[in-house]
């Protein structure tokens, strides 16, 4: 499934609400190894990757197992910007769930969300999950309860639950599981899913609304093909320059390639949050923290790698990625 390689400060926002405190060294480290600074966080719009964030929530998971549970009952639909606005305007839940399956991309998911019927109970299920092993329970936790939470806003009440999947063995943190799903519950599961009557399916929304939800709809899908566009040309970048990374392609050998003007490049990823030295700057601090975890290459070796005649240069870089040095970083 494609989902996006950039996106907004939105949940490291919320993580640092839930588990920050005024202390910048509390802060900092959360941010540690993102490459995200605190002076990033005057500016709620910026762009980081997904890696980076996924390095920010393991992180705050290491203090707080149930972190997954804790920010999807945070994650309210008007988090979900435009797109949220488009599932409250529609006129059943089961339209807005279909909506939502149709443009999995603009709820910035990392599964493939399926409705799974089982005689009269309909089972929301998330699955397909291919990124960070490490992560993949926070990652259900996070998806499920956030999405339990849209369906309770789309309702303007509660939504009754028959019964809850997760393909993890049951974790110590039940007391929130209870908070996020009242229902019983079943863990080393096929499957991860939460299960409702049918008959809610067919229930109207009090926010329906058909002209603003016709007008919305289509902006969404304007958005979704737009998203689908900048993500393919972000994913072939990345792999051009991930593939090069010791002497990689200028921006002008880059657009050659792609068969487009280097202005016409600038203004794609520009319009996608990023530009080409985000984008080397990111593939290349990847690429020197998983060497640098490995605990095998000595720094000179793996500046070399990332393209650097100078350890000194490679160790600037990563300090201003990270934060930190690259020998603290390992260490």
């Not at 005057?42 to 203090?63: D, F, G, K, L, Y």
């Not at 110590?172 to 209870?178: A, G, I, M, P, V």
């Not at 593939?243 to 203004?267: D, F, K, M």
């Not at 593939?283 to 393209?307: K, S, T």
Request: with cysteine.
């Amino acid at each position: 499934m494609l989902h996006t390689q950039l996106t907004t400060l939105h949940s490291v926002a919320l993580i640092l609400q839930l588990l920050g405190s005024d202390s910048d060294d509390c802060t900092q480290s959360l941010l540690a190894g993102s490459g995200i600074r605190l002076a990033d966080l005057q500016h709620p719009s910026m762009r980081i990757t997904t890696a980076q964030e996924m390095r920010v929530c393991a992180n705050a998971r290491a203090r707080c197992q149930a972190l997954g549970l804790l920010l999807g009952r945070r994650m309210h639909v008007s988090s979900y910007g435009l797109f949220g606005y488009t599932l409250l305007s529609s006129a059943t839940l089961g339209d807005a769930l279909q909506l939502a399956l149709e443009y999995p991309a603009l709820l910035g998911t990392y599964f493939q969300l399926s409705l799974q019927h089982e005689g009269d109970t309909v089972w929301l299920q998330a699955g397909g999950y291919l990124d960070v092993p490490e992560l993949a329970t926070f990652n259900a936790e996070f998806c499920l309860s956030s999405l339990k939470l849209v369906c309770d806003d789309l309702l303007g009440q509660p939504l009754p639950l028959h019964g809850l999947r997760m393909q993890h063995a049951a974790p110590e943190y039940l007391d929130e599981y209870h908070a996020s799903f009242a229902c019983p519950q079943q863990f080393a599961a096929s499957s991860n899913a939460f299960g409702f009557a049918a008959s809610w399916l067919q229930q109207r929304l009090p926010l329906a609304d058909p002209v603003t939800h016709s007008e919305m709809r289509e902006r969404c899908s304007q958005l979704n093909s737009e998203f689908v566009q900048r993500q393919a040309l972000i994913t072939r970048c990345r792999q051009l320059l991930s593939a090069e990374l010791v002497n990689p392609p200028g921006l002008e050998q880059l657009a050659q390639r792609l068969n487009c003007s280097p202005r016409s490049l600038r203004r794609h990823l520009s319009h996608a949050g990023s530009s080409y030295q985000k984008l080397l700057d990111a593939l290349r601090f990847e690429r020197a923290r998983q060497l640098l975890e490995q605990q095998q290459l000595p720094i000179q070796q793996i500046a070399e790698l990332m393209g650097y005649s100078e350890t000194a240069s490679f160790r600037h870089a990563f300090q201003r990625w990270s934060g930190m040095s690259p020998s603290r970083f390992r260490s």
